[in-house]
């Protein structure tokens, strides 16, 4: 299998993960656990699986010196201002408000591209990222339930696009860093300089948890969001971006919801309507054209 199509199978896995998370970690948090305690339990675990992990694999060639402050950088964007910014700001606003403005994310990573790395935008990448985001919020606001407007939530609203122009900034300047190191000794250093961030943050909400309370399928959950929803996640993300632009991982995001509607219809909480064809049909449109490898002339 070519590294291409196993990048793009790991940004499949990974838009799987992330859409069955908003079923399964639903009950968590705020009831057993502050946001910032949740993220302080990911990001810790996260950290200690992928020193774990990396003591199985083969010793790779050492971060130069050089590259330390862009690893920060990440782990500030990538890890603590991207979880931390997510959790806050959907505590004070709507799931289906912080779903379409996700759908920003994957503009601001080709604008981020071009003023950082001075990245070409493809009118192939750009006309991929247009389709498949007025898909994706096509099918979101399907339910008619978002409220960008409402007063209350607008704080909320402020925090996850911030969160999405985070994560973007971090699918950027991560990238160099994928050409030149391996991917797990990359991610490894980035989750360790978030945790810098995170355990200021998260270590009150942590401490004031109440264990006893907890029952077999909470911890479950919690077990699913530090493994897959971190661990396995964003060591995929980062194994994509050594083969596939930072534009073309970004889109995956559209098939979050997508799948997430898929599952809803395999758990019988949901029916299949015209609506959800429509927008799967212009999703993957634009995740193609987005991902297609455009020939140099």
Known sequence: ????????????????????????????????????????????????????????????????????????????????????????????????????????????????????????????????????????????????????LEPTASLGNLLIFINASSYAVYLVIVKPLMAKYDALLVIKWVFFSGLLFVVPAGVGQFSEIDWSSWTPGIFASVGFVVVFTTFIAYLFNVFALKTLSSATVSTYIYLQPLFTTLLSLFLARDVLTLRAVVAAALIFTGVYLAARKQQKK
Request: charged letters at 15%; a positive charge; glycine letters at 10%.
């Open 1 to 148: 299998m070519s590294p291409r199509l196993l990048a793009h199978l790991a940004l499949l896995i990974v838009a799987l993960i992330y859409s069955a998370n908003y079923v399964i970690a639903k009950d968590v948090m705020p009831e057993y656990i502050g946001p910032r305690g949740f993220i302080f339990i990911r990001v810790v675990g996260a950290t200690l699986l992928f020193f774990a992990f990396s003591t199985f694999t083969k010793g790779s060639k050492r971060i130069e010196r050089k590259d330390w402050f862009r690893i920060l950088l990440c782990g500030f964007f990538g890890v603590a201002g991207n979880q931390l910014l997510f959790f806050e700001g959907l505590n004070l606003t709507t799931p289906i408000n912080a779903a379409v403005i996700m759908t920003s994310n994957p503009v601001l990573v080709l604008v981020m591209g071009a003023l950082l790395l001075r990245e070409r935008l493809k009118p192939l990448k750009i006309l991929g990222v247009i389709i498949g985001g007025g898909g994706a919020l096509y099918l979101i606001l399907g339910s008619g339930e978002a409220n960008l």
